[in-house]
């Protein structure tokens, strides 16, 4: 054998820089299901199912175009347990003269495997991933380009405008003279919340399908998360179709009720499409080429098209900069010294917290949450309650059927946690309940007061709210960006700091949140 190529469970592009060259009669690829991509952390149903389905659909359509495919399944037993045993062996029953892969997309993984064919004696050759517009290389030169200013989104963002020319005038101008519309772009639905909404297309499992949800189910029974209702695109003709449908149904409105939330409503006019992208079923340059395009042609306001490319041309390809350049240190930040335990219903949804309730049961459902569901409900509470940030990481990284540590990472201690003290953003993400409450939450289901932070019924956003702000006041005061909210603790006399203190300790006690059969 020339060459045996290794296909990760990301990386299911059948144009990956790692085929070039492949010739069927002299070359292998090979692909391995293995415990510990479950087990490093307590991975859920539905994100097991998504990856392994994915494998498999992949594998065969190599399979159809001719080329052979050794493809380790997870069986009951005798499977090898990680990728790095998997390779190990299959090196020594195979004999390929070189190894040849795409770079991975997680740090842990591509240490393992580096090392284990370096111990082997093998020649690798890891071949750049090409499913992004910018090589990471790139990215480092262009942060090293700012000398000390800060690594910011918004100015990143112009750069990647600016390099692929996408939504620019022929003289190098925005289109519509704005770089961004986020003043347009964060609309809550109202009080008759958001009507009748567009039905996100629904793949139900085939028969290669239907045997990974029962090996999940079998094999991973004791893991959260539900199966019922998986029906996610785990081909690259089922992806191409949701593209199709979010580009038409519902990117039209995406842009300005992107940040909004409504009770039993999960989707809305979110696209669904990052599972696709993060497994390499979309090529992130199809997808921003269809929005520009829907924009181009009168289908799409151009405030949605820009906040949904700014999605992936902006921020997926700035976390994923941010990720190899800080890594591995990165994965130990803790800025704010947080150090309490993430609550143990995280893995149930079995709390009282009306909001928190109906995010962590969707995300238990369906694997999924959108973007503000996850920074303003589930991460803002973790922040505000100051759970160590490398425990909420790995909630993060189980629960979601997206979540691949590359993008995972940065989203949760930079932008969610603050933990690396401002690399990514310029101030803790930090609301009252009165931000929830307006933007659609729960809150006129719930027995907590989002106007209120302290006695029996305040909101736990509320007092948490305000008891970081007094736990954090002397480092928050070098963010000037939250001035005015320190300000308002001068407001606060110490009786109201004293009933602050006393409720945030019950909320972090464990002594609030409990169902109501539960509570005292």
Known sequence: MRHLVVVLGD????????FDGFDPDLDRVWMAEVAEESTHVWSSKPRIALFLAGMRHFARRLRERGWPVSYVE??????????????????????PERVLMTAPGDWRVWKALTARVGAAGVPLEVRPD????LQVRDFATYARSL?????????FYREMRRRTGVLMTPDGQPEGGEWNYDKANRRPFGREGPGMLPEPPRFPPDATTREVLALVARRFADHPGELDEFSWPVTRADALHALDDFITHRLPAFGPYQDAMWPGQPWLYHSQLSAALNLKLLDPREVVAAAEQAWRAGRVPLASAEGFIRQILGWREYVRGV???QMPGYLERNALAADADLPGWYWTGETDFACLRDTLRQTLRHGYAHHIQ??????????????????????????????????ELPNTLGMSQFADGGLMGSKPYIATGRYIERMGGPCAGCRYDPGRFEGGTACPFTTLYWDFLLRHASLLARQPRLAAQLRRLETLDDAQRAGIAQRATAIRDGRVGR???ASD
């Open 11 to 18: 990386q299911l592009d059948a144009e990956a820089s790692a």
């Open 74 to 95: 997870l069986a009951e037993d005798g499977e090898p347990g990680t990728l790095a045993n998997g390779l190990d062996r299959a090196l020594r029953e195979l004999r």
């Open 130 to 133: 090409r499913h992004f517009h």
């Open 374 to 407: 996850r920074l303003m409900v589930t991460g803002l509470f973790a922040l505000l309650l100051g759970v160590r940030p490398r425990e909420v990481h790995a909630w993060y990284l189980a629960v979601y059927v997206d979540a691949v540590e590359w993008v």
């Open 147 to 155: 000398d000390g200013r800060p690594l910011r989104l918004e100015f």
């Open 323 to 325: 990720y190899w350049t």
């Open 515 to 517: 169902p109501a059969a």
